[in-house]
């Protein structure tokens, strides 16, 4: 009787768990692109202190973007988005590989990588909204 009383009374669904309008690429891409200026400064200044402080940042920008990449992978693709492109499982390994790559690394390129790479999610990204 319980069990009747405290059943739910209308069944919801939705494609991700929270409403729309939370999850954006931009939030990595924004990410990305300060690990890519990181990059273009630490190589501009020979102070080791600024180049340790570059560092330090630069790898926690790397790993808020590489968190919103995997909640996107994550919480908001579903099933039929991966049949629709069946790249997206790749891309997106592809997306945390070059985000790892420009954590561990000073040179500018990696972070242009990785952008390049957060810019194919976002297209596929506003597609989906798009359906």
């Known amino acids: 009787m319980l069990s009747r009383l405290f059943a739910p009374k209308v069944k919801v669904s939705a494609h991700c768990d929270l409403p729309c309008g939370v999850y954006d690429p931009a939030q990595a891409r924004i990410e990305a692109e300060s690990v890519k200026a990181i990059q273009e400064k ?3 200044n020979d102070d080791p ?23 996107l992978w994550s919480d908001y693709f579903k099933p039929p988005h991966f049949e629709k492109y ?28 990785a952008l390049d790479y957060i810019a194919q999610v976002d297209k596929i990204f506003w597609e989906t909204k798009k359906a």
Do not use: C, F, M
Request: glycine residues 4%.
């Open 42 to 44: 630490y190589q501009a």
């Open 86 to 113: 069946p790249e997206l499982h790749q891309l997106v390994n592809d997306t945390l590989k070059a985000l790892s790559a420009a954590k561990g690394s000073t040179d500018p390129a990696t972070g242009q990588k």
């Open 49 to 71: 202190h600024y180049r340790a402080r570059a560092t330090t940042i630069k790898e926690e920008r790397a790993e808020l973007a590489k968190h919103h990449i995997s909640v």
